[in-house]
């Protein structure tokens, strides 16, 4: 059993909701308990310059391993432009302070899902790793691609990128290593009605758990306005 030690800073604290998990690493899709209930939220249209500048905070050597090359901000930019949130699906994971700590891509390659496959592809603030976000994002896009039909998951990852391999394998994927990169895929077992329900509240708790944080973002700009007004110096303006 794996333990997540409570850290009184904003990142973990904010993200996690829950607890318990079990590692495995059979060939098969691993469907592991959750030992941390993350707040995984779909992203649409409106969360693209979150998107923008979560990429452009990675570092070269991250965005080495992201894109399998050191893309730069231009290249970052023609990626994000061209991000296709009807098609494909994006995962985030913000913080408290509504900043996307991690994210995932999954593209489908296929004109349709069903019975098609998906491209895999994750990112995770420097800040905020080593909490089980990136394998949390990996299982989401699992379920998620499982509920659309596809049959087969690929992750493309460079081989020296232990982080990711581990992330794959545990949760069942084969990879086949072909010099400097590593081609990994995951046979998805049909979608079941707890497959399905689980999707539906996990998406359905993460976006409350965002809209939350949304107020409370607006409450505390709020307060912090008063507060400049009541202060002694009684210098402060108006909020209104
Ligand atoms: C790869 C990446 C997404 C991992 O994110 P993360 O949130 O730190 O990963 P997790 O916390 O879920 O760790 C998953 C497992 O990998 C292990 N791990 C994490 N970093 C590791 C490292 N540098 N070396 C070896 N293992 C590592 C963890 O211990 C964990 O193993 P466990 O389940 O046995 O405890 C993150 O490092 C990242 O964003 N890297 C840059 C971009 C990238 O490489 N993307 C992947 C290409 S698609």
């Given at each position: 059993?794996?333990?997540?030690?409570?850290?009184?800073?904003?990142?973990?604290?904010?993200?996690?909701?829950?607890?318990?998990?079990?590692?495995?690493?059979?060939?098969?899709l691993?469907?592991?308990?959750?030992?941390?209930?993350?707040?995984?939220?779909?992203?649409?249209?409106?969360?693209?310059?979150?998107?923008?500048?979560?990429?452009?905070?990675?570092?070269?050597?991250?965005?080495?391993?992201?894109?399998?090359?050191?893309?730069?901000?231009?290249?970052?930019?023609?990626?994000?432009?061209?991000?296709?949130?009807?098609?494909d699906e994006?995962?985030?994971?913000?913080?408290?302070?509504?900043?996307?700590?991690?994210?995932?891509?999954l593209a489908y390659?296929?004109?349709?899902r069903a019975?098609g496959s998906s491209e895999f592809?994750?990112?995770?603030?420097?800040?905020?790793?080593?909490?089980?976000?990136?394998?949390?994002?990996f299982e989401r896009a699992v379920m998620h691609a499982r509920n659309e039909g596809v049959h087969t998951m690929y992750?493309?990852?460079?081989?020296?990128?232990?982080?990711?391999?581990?992330?794959?394998?545990?949760?069942?994927?084969?990879?086949?290593?072909?010099?400097?990169?590593?081609?990994?895929?995951l046979?998805l077992p049909?979608a079941?009605?707890?497959s399905?329900?689980?999707e539906?509240?996990?998406?359905?708790?993460?976006?409350?758990?965002?809209?939350?944080?949304?107020?409370?973002?607006?409450?505390?700009?709020?307060?912090?306005?008063?507060?400049?007004?009541?202060?002694?110096?009684?210098?402060?303006?108006?909020?209104?």
């Amino acid at each position: 059993m794996k333990q997540f030690t409570p850290t009184p800073d904003d990142d973990a604290a904010d993200a996690r909701l829950g607890l318990g998990a079990q590692a495995s690493g059979s060939q098969e899709l691993v469907v592991r308990k959750p030992d941390l209930m993350v707040p995984i939220r779909s992203l649409g249209e409106n969360h693209r310059d979150r998107i923008r500048a979560h990429l452009k905070a990675l570092n070269d050597h991250d965005r080495y391993f992201r894109f399998g090359f050191t893309a730069n901000d231009e290249q970052i930019d023609r990626y994000v432009d061209g991000l296709n949130f009807e098609r494909d699906e994006i995962f985030g994971i913000y913080n408290r302070r509504l900043k996307l700590i991690a994210m995932a891509h999954l593209a489908y390659t296929g004109e349709t899902r069903a019975g098609g496959s998906s491209e895999f592809g994750v990112s995770v603030l420097a800040q905020a790793r080593c909490r089980g976000y990136g394998a949390r994002l990996f299982e989401r896009a699992v379920m998620h691609a499982r509920n659309e039909g596809v049959h087969t998951m690929y992750v493309h990852v460079l081989s020296e990128n232990a982080a990711m391999l581990k992330i794959a394998r545990s949760a069942g994927a084969t990879f086949v290593r072909d010099g400097p990169e590593s081609e990994g895929h995951l046979n998805l077992p049909p979608a079941t009605i707890n497959s399905q329900l689980t999707e539906m509240v996990e998406e359905q708790l993460a976006q409350a758990n965002y809209r939350i944080k949304v107020q409370a973002k607006q409450l505390l700009k709020r307060l912090g306005r008063f507060q400049a007004w009541w202060r002694p110096s009684g210098h402060g303006a108006h909020p209104d």
